[in-house]
Nanobody, 122 residues
């Protein structure tokens, strides 16, 4: 099995910063892309940021460009999301995702963490 465990969520005032971490563990042969999604109450889950295995050319949602930075430690199978200048509209549950091959013969599959709550007060 593959487990993704997020940490770093919490309550912060508008304009503040948080850093989310996500550790992937278990049966992992390789990880392609890793990323972050979020889901606010009553809304659909949306992509926040994604980064490939090489770590180059990360992609961001327009709403977070210039404020959030995704990075990755390939050696430890960890992905981070540095969130600066947070806004109340960033309030959501943030989910980590990874595209993982468990063995050399496996096709890549998507795995998800349980999510971590981020609340930004105005």
């Amino acid at each position: 099995q593959v487990q993704l465990v997020e940490s770093g969520g919490g309550l912060v005032q508008a304009g503040g910063s948080l850093r989310l971490s996500c550790d992937a563990s278990g049966m992992i042969f390789s990880i392609n892309a890793m990323g972050w999604y979020r889901q606010a109450p009553g809304k659909q889950r949306e992509l926040v940021a994604v980064i490939t295995s090489g770590g180059s050319s990360p992609n961001y949602a327009d709403s977070v460009k210039g404020r959030f930075t995704i990075s990755r430690d390939t050696a430890s199978n960890t992905v981070y999301l540095q969130m600066n200048t947070l806004k109340p509209e960033d309030t959501a549950v943030y989910f980590c995702t990874a595209v993982v091959r468990r063995t050399a013969r496996d096709k890549p599959n998507d795995y998800w963490g349980q999510g971590t709550q981020v609340t930004v007060s105005s």
